[in-house]
């Protein structure tokens, strides 16, 4: 969602309020099971800079790290990023935060940052359910699905 701030950087506006949905397209390499509802703001600051405030909720597909299933996960949150004007136009210090996310052309990219801000709410060891049990070792069934009947026990390892 690409948003028009031109007359917020011209000072005539100082916050803008929008909600949407964002498209499969902008959200690259992420699966859903429900596309991201984005509430947000946008708030003037600085002459050049905007405060973007949003709320993101959405389900993504993730693989369970113990038995490889396809499972959607629940994420709710909010986030504050700073969008700047192209960097070369600012006079003064810069510091890494000014190049993150940039103003080209008047415009607010949103969808980059909730993209982002996703990927950095996954969880790093995802799980189906928190009592998955996994795969069998030696059989590789499903134990959450099937029993299987190997004996655990009798695995001894070689060297
Ligand atoms: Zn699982
Ligand atoms: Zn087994």
């Known amino acids: 969602m690409n948003i028009d701030v031109k007359e917020m950087l011209e000072g005539k506006v100082n916050i803008t309020s929008f909600r949407y949905v964002e498209t499969l397209e902008t959200m690259e390499g992420l699966m859903f099971d429900d596309l991201p509802e984005v509430e947000g703001k946008l708030k003037r600051i600085e002459r050049r800079k905007l405060l973007l405030a949003c709320k993101v909720k959405t389900r993504v597909l993730l693989e369970c790290s113990r038995c490889l299933d396809v499972y959607p996960q629940e994420l709710e949150f909010s986030y504050e990023e700073v969008y700047t004007e192209e960097p070369l136009r600012i006079i003064g210090k810069l510091t890494e935060e000014d190049f993150k996310y940039t103003i080209e052309n008047n415009m607010v990219d949103v969808s980059?940052?909730?993209r982002e801000n996703i990927i950095m709410n996954l969880p790093i060891k995802p799980?189906?359910?928190?009592?998955?049990k996994g795969l069998c070792p030696v059989c590789g069934k499903n134990l959450n699905r099937e029993k299987c009947n190997c004996n655990l026990e009798d695995i001894t390892i070689e060297y």
């Open 112 to 114: 980059k940052s909730v």
């Open 127 to 132: 799980l189906c359910r928190e009592d998955c």
